[in-house]
């Protein structure tokens, strides 16, 4: 064999291995017969051997679970009730693991992975993050149970432990020593209201709470000091406590201790765990009471298993959580969406670093964490998204950043998903490294979010990003989008846990018949009913067991669903047509100078009016391009330039199919924005509608006097 006819045999042999099949392989192999000189040998050798790298180490897409164009299947030849496509038959998901079952057990499962590796994280300002150990956190929870049964309480699911604060380590630790004694935890918030929070405590006839700052055990005592809370007997604190509170605690027969104190009875006091099983009550979730009293969601240890086991269903092959990822913790541990977070990362061995408590000090916590998990909302990743397009000033560096998005959604689109690309180097690197650099995995919940922004996030931070729904009352989520689909406008297929079925809402002109309809909910993901109240628990919950969301969805052609419209809140206009304000609110919030929006209608009016907190990110900017100077505030003032705003978002609404009673014709600019510290948002940061209502009542009032239609 001749030595040219030996160096294309070489070069046959490298193609191969580099992955080049069928026609690919025979073009270079047409190129290779062609008469070879030896003199040209070591050019062609150096070029080869560069292509070979090339292929060998170009990004491959990530391989999907099941077919994309086929997410979820139809349950008994019904296209309107689907399953994942995951599963084998009709039988949906209780467990991944099968020795995993409850909270507890995933919990043991990380400390068994990790031992003294670090799980829990905090820090003080300006510091890096101290860790506790897997093994401390299992002390500390054994402690602080044995201290709970020291105190009188019942190693039982019937035992409620009330949980009062931001979250921390000694709040994740309180919700395990309750698992490990198979007591229920009870979350308190502060947005929750006076009111709200004595219909809970008595209602789950409460005796001890846990409070992380003497503040909180103040204003629970203060209740009881006026006889509120007859059953609250002890009132345990976090941090420093004063004297003058434990004197006033004995006065009222409250006992007030420091948690190191309850803590050091425990260990005087071992008991063994007792460990619960699935059907047993693990956490009564309130919910946020944006209309009512806060209704208790009862969600068992076997609920929480089958949503986890979900995940990591629709995830192995594709992305595992690894011992050395850690995941940020800021979204409310009061609620079911962060705490599904952290017993996922629990499960296996990874760790969880707490926020210091502080949301605008947030950005510096992650930049100093560096987390590979960020579980996140869409406002959220709007302002990321807003702060990335207002910090780029000149029209060159804009076209690039355009250029390079798009670049970069072309990989998407073929399933391509990666952080170490050129354009990540050029134009990306800064925007991951604010992010702490490191980022995996983030996971999006708890309202709609733009497909602009997800696609653009998608391609400028290099990483996973999933989208999911659900609500508490079925422990977390029931839809989520697969590795692989990197599309946006859904949020994914039904999780192996849940079967999904949407049901006809004639009033809306939405039919199952047409794909579209109510969302319900049927699983082992579903809650057992509101704590204590019968007559909401069977409206929401069919007797056959299905949940009924009040969101209303669509089924697309590849098997996911669509968030398009929600029934609770609809209302009729005075000429009778009925009004989703949820659904136009979304649509408005893509214009690029709103931040939040509420829109508003009245059964005695013929037309809707919005409350807007334009985006102070662009907005000053913005308004300049059209001719108006001024600070933010005294350009919400301008009422022509009011009018240029609602022209525009009338633009976005057109162009969004919003029918014309559907359009806001007046509306108010506001330059504070909603929050939770302000009333006008819930923790999980929805709109307190009834609240933001009658916080702009006099502008709602002074607008349908002063505008004619």
């Not at 913790?329 to 996922?344: C, D, G, K, T, V």
């Not at 560096?370 to 709007?382: A, D, E, G, I, W």
């Not at 579903?526 to 109240?533: E, I, M, N, P, Q």
Request: aromatic share 8%; glycine share 8%; with cysteine.
């Amino acid at each position: 064999m001749t030595e040219a006819m030996h160096f294309q045999e070489w070069l046959r042999s490298l193609y191969s291995s580099a992955g080049l099949k069928g026609s690919e392989l025979e073009d270079f192999w047409s190129v290779l017969r062609l008469p070879v000189s030896t003199s040209s040998l070591l050019g062609l050798g150096a070029l080869a051997s560069l292509t070979a790298y090339w292929l060998m180490t170009r990004p491959r897409p990530m391989p999907p679970p099941c077919d994309l164009q086929s997410q979820s299947v139809a349950v008994g030849g019904n296209p309107s009730c689907r399953r994942s496509a995951l599963l084998k038959d009709d039988k949906l998901l209780d467990f991944y693991f099968d020795d995993i079952r409850t909270g507890y057990d995933m919990f043991l499962r990380g400390l068994q992975i990790t031992g003294d590796g670090p799980c829990l994280g905090f820090r003080k300002p300006g510091q890096p993050y101290e860790w506790i150990s897997y093994t401390e956190v299992a002390q500390q929870a054994v402690a602080l149970g044995s201290g709970l049964l020291a105190k009188g309480c019942q190693a039982n699911p019937q035992q409620f432990i009330g949980v009062f604060g931001q979250n921390s380590p000694q709040w994740t630790i309180s919700e395990l020593a309750c698992y490990t004694y198979s007591m229920a935890l009870v979350p308190l918030y502060d947005t929750l209201g006076l009111e709200s929070i004595i219909h809970i405590l008595n209602l789950t006839e409460i005796s001890l709470v846990i409070c992380d700052r003497e503040e909180k055990a103040a204003s629970l005592l203060e209740i009881k000091e006026k006889g509120s809370t007859p059953t609250l007997s002890c009132l345990v604190v976090c941090k420093d406590l004063s004297p003058e509170l434990v004197e006033r605690g004995r006065k009222s027969e409250v006992d007030v201790l420091k948690l190191d104190e309850l803590m050091d009875l425990g260990r005087q006091n071992l008991r063994d765990p007792v460990s619960p099983q699935p059907q047993d009550l693990a956490v009564v979730c309130f919910t946020s009471g944006t209309t009512g009293k806060p209704k208790g969601a009862m969600i068992t240890h076997g609920n929480i298993a089958s949503n986890t086991s979900s995940v990591i269903k629709i995830l192995e092959g594709s992305f595992e959580i690894k011992q050395d990822d850690v995941s940020i913790s800021y979204l409310p541990l009061a609620h079911m969406f962060e705490r599904m977070i952290q017993l996922s990362m629990f499960c296996h061995g990874a760790r969880v670093g707490f926020y210091q408590g502080d949301i605008s000090l947030l950005m510096d916590d992650i930049k100093t964490l560096k987390p590979t998990f960020f579980p996140v909302v869409p406002r959220l990743l709007n302002r990321i998204y807003d702060k990335i397009l207002s910090s780029v000033n000149s029209p060159f560096r804009r076209a690039l950043l355009h250029f390079a998005v798009r670049r970069k959604q072309a990989e998407l689109s073929a399933g391509i998903v990666r952080n170490n690309s050129l354009w990540d180097k050029l134009v990306f690197r800064k925007i991951q490294a604010s992010m702490g650099g490191n980022l995996r995995f983030v996971l999006t919940a708890s309202a709609p979010i733009s497909p602009t922004v997800l696609s653009f996030l998608r391609a400028t931070l290099g990483c996973l990003i999933f989208e999911g729904y659900g609500q508490t009352e079925c422990t977390a989520g029931c839809t989520f989008s697969l590795p692989g689909d990197w599309s946006s406008g859904h949020v994914g297929a039904p999780l192996p846990c849940a079967m999904v079925k949407v049901v006809d809402i004639p009033e809306m002109d939405y039919y199952a018949k047409n794909g579209a309809g109510e969302i319900c909910i049927r699983g082992p993901c579903v809650f057992k009913g509101y704590l204590r109240d019968p007559e909401k628990s069977a409206e929401a919950l069919e007797s056959d067991g299905w949940l009924h969301t009040g969101d209303v969805g669509q089924w697309l052609p590849n098997g996911t669903l669509r968030i398009i419209d929600r029934k609770k809140h609809i209302f009729k206009l005075s000429q009778g047509e009925y009004i989703a304000p949820e659904k136009i609110e979304n649509v408005y919030m893509r214009c690029a100078t709103v931040l939040q929006v509420f829109v508003h209608g009245d059964s005695l009016e013929s037309f809707l009016i919005g409350i807007v907190v334009p985006n102070p990110e662009v907005f000053v900017t913005w308004a300049k391009d059209q001719g108006f100077v001024g600070s933010y505030e005294e350009l919400c003032q301008n009422p022509d330039l009011t009018k240029i705003v609602m022209k525009d978002m009338q633009a976005v609404g057109k162009v969004a199919g919003l029918k014309s009673f559907e359009q806001i014709k007046a509306l108010h600019l506001h330059p504070e924005m909603f929050s939770v510290a302000n009333g006008l948002l819930t923790p999980t940061l929805k709109s307190r509608r009834v609240d933001i209502r009658r916080a702009f009542q006099e502008q709602i009032s002074s607008i349908y006097s002063k505008t004619t239609h």
